[in-house]
């Protein structure tokens, strides 16, 4: 499954470089946050996540950073790879509840 | 490492027709959940279950929809009578407890109703 990237905003990095993959939260509630990773005619695939009680996370290679003064949620993967493309989906969990609402996703293509 | 694995990979329908989408969640987990994904658009929740019931639904998830767990390993979400918007890709998802909030998605079912 993948969101068809007619309007999918598309983040273009060369192989090797860092990329940044930004994400508005709606909910000033929320209280958790997780990326997602989808490759095509895959389900998401979980690569990070962070509780709203911390502002950075660290993973291998990749760090999320929650701005939550301005409701905003940043993904950045280190030295990218042709791997790494894919669709990247951010979600939040508000606090009363556990499911997750999902952000529209941005298109990651890596050049060599 | 273990997995959340869905059948049918593909299902295609015709409308009015019923459908059963499985879904085995990782064997420790607790807690279990369908999304679904209509093609171009963002994957939206449907439903969450815990301890043999329902705890949370959306507004999508009507009386066509229901959801059991037959047994210690499946999980399944039917659709009484398939619409044309039903065509979509159904996510299954589990999390492992109270305490941890990551769910892990299943590889999807794409439905096609025609």
């Known amino acids: 499954g993948e969101s068809v990237g007619l309007h999918l905003p598309t983040l273009s990095v060369q192989e090797g470089d860092n990329s940044i993959i930004n994400c508005a939260y709606s909910?000033?509630?929320?209280?958790?946050f997780i990326w997602y990773k989808q490759e095509s005619g895959k389900g998401p695939q979980f690569i990070i996540d962070?509780?709203?009680?911390?502002d950075k996370r660290q993973g291998q290679r990749v760090t999320v950073l929650l701005n939550k003064t301005v409701k905003h949620l940043s993904l950045q993967i280190a030295a990218t790879q042709p791997g790494d493309s894919a669709v990247y989906f951010c979600a939040e969990k508000g606090g009363n509840t556990d499911k997750l609402i999902f952000g529209t996703g941005t298109r990651l293509q890596v050049f060599p | 490492e273990p997995e959340v694995t869905q059948t049918p990979s593909h299902q295609v329908t015709q409308m009015g027709q019923e459908v059963i989408l499985r879904c085995v969640p990782i064997?420790?987990?607790?807690?279990f959940y369908w999304y679904r994904q209509i093609l171009g658009q963002k994957v939206e929740f449907l439903v969450s279950f815990y301890n043999n019931e329902i705890s949370e639904k959306s507004e999508i998830f009507d009386d066509q929809f229901s959801v059991e767990r037959p047994d210690g390993s499946n999980f399944t979400l039917k659709i009484r009578s398939t619409k044309l918007e039903d065509s979509a890709m159904y996510f299954c998802a589990s999390r492992k407890d109270r305490g941890s909030y990551e769910q892990y998605f299943g590889p999807g079912t794409r439905l096609t109703v025609t």
């Open positions: 909910n000033s509630a929320s209280d958790y």
């Open positions: 064997s420790n987990h607790l807690y």
């Open positions: 962070i509780r709203s009680n911390m």
